[in-house]
């Protein structure tokens, strides 16, 4: 069982940065067959992708994001990190870590962490 425990969300204005932390409840040595994904849900709308990281593959981004946050992973301590910077009122919304083995959907979820973004 996996079990993904996130943090690091809060009450920021629009141009600050946060780091949002993932930590996963995976032994060190299978931490690397997981693409680890971070998604955002904001009021009223549906879960979209924010960004995505497999170890061998590299990093994928929304477009809305690119150039404004980086996804970075620690094998070392499991944890996946979103560093967001250049925040936008539109970055406003619940932000969950995602796991998936290779080739199949994330089917292991976080419980979120709240970001909100004041103009």
């Known amino acids: 069982q996996v079990q993904l425990v996130e943090s690091g969300g809060g009450l920021v204005q629009a141009g600050g940065s946060l780091r949002l932390s993932c930590a996963a409840s995976?032994?060190?040595?299978?931490?690397?067959?997981?693409?680890m994904a971070w998604f955002r849900q904001a009021p009223g709308k549906e879960r979209e992708f924010v960004a995505s990281?497999?170890?061998?593959?590299?990093?994928n981004y929304a477009d809305s994001v690119t150039g404004r946050f980086t996804i970075v992973g620690d094998m070392a301590k499991n944890t996946v990190y979103l560093q967001m910077n250049t925040l936008k009122p539109e970055d406003t919304a619940v932000y969950c870590c995602?796991?998936?083995?290779?080739?199949?959907?994330?089917?292991?979820w976080g419980q979120g962490t709240k970001v909100t973004v004041s103009s």
């Open positions: 995602a796991a998936a083995q290779l080739g199949s959907a994330y089917e292991y």
């Open positions: 990281i497999y170890w061998t593959s590299g990093t």
């Open positions: 995976i032994r060190t040595f299978t931490f690397s067959r997981f693409r």
